[in-house]
């Protein structure tokens, strides 16, 4: 008998862990996704992005992953050593529990292992016995790369054309021509040893007994707590706003300084639609306010490393079609992040296509400048002064957006639907050109003052002008435009407007009417102003958490906490946030996503700020 559709998608959510279900762990350089259930079904090596080693996540037969977990049933715990990036999954079973350490040694360099990348699973039994078992299984290339297996001085080699893996293991592991099992048993107090390593090249793997797991544990405890110890947040959500921080911190990639905007690719926006995209890039827009957000807490050197990113990776007007800028970069800064599908993974839970790179790229987005140059100035008022030849860089591209602002482009939410007069766009040149002004005036630098000043008043009087719709009560998404956008929720906080502004206040009661819901909040209404793709999405988290600073900064502190505490419930069970929220509270969207977690640590301080 055939299956029914409901039994079909049934045995598909089987085959697939929730998004959420998820815990995050990596190097600075690349990141692994651990399930609740003990299962690696992301992981790309050696960098962000660098083509995926496990990624089951994408496809659940083709590709790719790490099993470990109880071989009995059991029912899961996931949390983090507390303050660092060490997952622990936890296993309850009738017989004992049982506990699976994952983590990826960092900020320890040996002569000659600079590209040392290694993953540490250490399996500890704490009460009775847990009997355990392991399943490695990579498929390189995204699943589309053969690879060999073979057993090398103790150790488990996984070759492919070019990449290879070497397994070192405590207990004895059992192979086929691709994968490596093991059945085994711990009685309490006892452990087990899993280390994977980058092999190939002139890197050597060695292998990682139990005193060495356990010194990297301690090394890598050490190293996280040691850097949350900057820190200023002394509020009432540390523990999120916190887990943020960190979060944020495993999305940089330490030998450039670059950010990426999520550490995964083609996560669906809506179940089975095309709305997938890679986000494993460094996107102008994401980064800067990365570094606002860690700049709030104290934390100037992520700032000075995305800085340096910028001067030695980046040169404005190399590689654009578009302007100075390209809207995003590789973690090397690289242009070209030419977009391609992968046909042969079938998506998370059927969502095709499955695609790497981002044509994106090639976009215009004006509101860039504005992101990047905040950021700019805010550094140099809370970290230390830039230079002069990153100066000279910031006038390049303020005389540029002076000439260009004007200009249609894709706006902020990089639709495909042609390019508009957003509003958006208008107010982050608006932004570029003050914050520049108000750097040029306080060091005192040369500018050409009269002409940012008239550009920059041009800006705000054509926002006013055509950014103002009478009939809706509101400034709108596009120009001469009835139609609402939450990305309007920035103007005050960007200090464009008052923002307790007759207009401001009556925009923020068209948008709670319009795009709001349970205090979550949609970007735009797709059918109101189409983008060019087919479905629907969810609420646009970022959106949600400057719904909450626009209440604060209206001085409506108490609708502002509700909303807020609404939000930390939509949370996975770490405190991670994909980019979206579904109708039924789901995660949907790239995971976790630095959009939200940024502007979550943003909410947390101004309106902890408000309530004194």
């Not at 990579?138 to 060999?148: D, I, K, S, W």
């Not at 293991?169 to 087990?192: I, N, P, S």
């Not at 626009?550 to 405190?575: C, I, Q, S, W």
């Amino acid at each position: 008998m055939a299956e029914t559709p409901f039994q079909q998608e049934t045995r598909q959510r089987h085959r697939y862990l929730p998004i959420a279900e998820h815990g995050l762990i990596g190097d600075l350089r690349s990141v692994a996704l651990v399930g609740s259930d003990g299962t690696i079904d992301w992981y790309c090596s050696p960098s962000f992005d660098a083509p995926s080693v496990f990624a089951a996540l994408l496809d659940a037969e083709r590709g790719g992953r790490f099993e470990l977990a109880a071989s009995v049933p059991a029912h899961t715990k996931q949390f983090y050593f507390p303050d660092t990036n060490v997952l622990i999954t936890r296993f309850f079973t009738e017989e004992g529990v049982g506990e699976v350490q994952d983590f990826m040694p960092v900020g320890i360099e040996r002569p000659g292992e600079e590209s040392r990348h290694r993953l540490i699973r250490r399996v500890v039994c704490v009460r009775g016995t847990v009997p355990f078992r392991a399943l490695v299984a990579p498929r390189f290339g995204y699943g589309a790369e053969p690879h060999t297996l073979c057993e090398e001085d103790g150790r488990l080699r996984f070759d492919a054309r070019e990449h290879s893996l070497a397994l070192t293991a405590t207990v004895a592991m059992e192979c086929d021509a691709l994968d490596a099992r093991a059945e085994f048993k711990l009685g309490e107090g006892e452990t087990a040893v899993f280390a994977l390593d980058q092999a190939g090249g002139e890197i050597a793997p060695r292998g990682c007994a139990h005193a060495e797991a356990e010194n990297e544990f301690n090394a890598t405890v050490a190293y996280w707590r040691h850097w949350l110890t900057q820190s200023r947040y002394r509020g009432r959500w540390r523990e999120m706003v916190h887990r943020s921080a960190l979060t944020l911190k495993l999305l940089t990639y330490a030998p450039t300084g670059a950010i990426v905007a999520a550490p995964t690719t083609s996560l669906p926006e809506q179940l089975g639609g095309e709305r997938n995209w890679d986000y494993r890039y460094v996107w102008v827009r994401d980064a800067a306010f990365a570094v606002y957000a860690l700049l709030r807490l104290g934390f100037t050197g992520e700032a000075e490393a995305f800085m340096r990113f910028l001067t030695t990776h980046i040169s404005p007007g190399d590689g654009a079609t578009e302007g100075p800028l390209q809207i995003m970069y590789g973690i090397d800064g690289r242009a070209e992040l030419d977009e391609r599908e992968l046909p042969h993974l079938e998506g998370y839970l059927g969502s095709a296509p499955v695609r790497v790179g981002n044509a994106a790229a090639a976009q215009l987005q004006l509101d860039i400048y504005g992101a990047l140059i905040d950021s700019i100035y805010l550094y140099d008022k809370w970290a230390q002064p830039i230079s002069s030849a990153q100066w000279d860089d910031v006038c390049q591209l303020v005389t540029w957006v002076c000439d260009h602002w004007d200009q249609p482009d894709e706006g902020v939410w990089e639709t495909r639907g042609g390019r508009k007069n957003f509003l958006y766009s208008r107010l982050m040149c608006w932004v570029a050109i003050e914050r520049a002004i108000r750097l040029a005036n306080r060091r005192g630098l040369p500018a050409d003052l009269p002409r940012w000043r008239r550009s920059r008043d041009d800006i705000y009087r054509r926002i006013m002008d055509r950014g103002w719709s009478a009939r809706r009560g509101a400034f709108t998404q596009c120009e001469d435009s009835d139609v609402l956008d939450a990305s309007v929720l920035m103007m005050p906080l960007a200090k464009f407007i008052a923002p307790t502004d007759p207009k401001w206040l009556s925009t923020l009661d068209a948008l709670t009417e319009d795009l709001v819901s349970d205090s979550l909040v949609y970007r735009y209404d797709p059918e109101a102003s189409p983008d060019g793709l087919r479905g629907d999405e969810g609420t646009f988290s970022i959106c949600s958490f400057w719904y909450v600073e626009a209440l604060v900064r209206a001085g409506r502190v108490d609708e502002a906490r509700l909303a807020f505490e609404k939000m930390l419930t939509y949370a996975n069970h770490l405190g991670l946030y994909a980019e979206e929220i579904g109708r039924t509270g789901e995660q949907q969207g790239n995971f976790p996503q630095a959009f939200t977690h940024l502007s979550l640590i943003s909410a947390a301080f101004n309106l902890d700020k408000a309530l004194g």
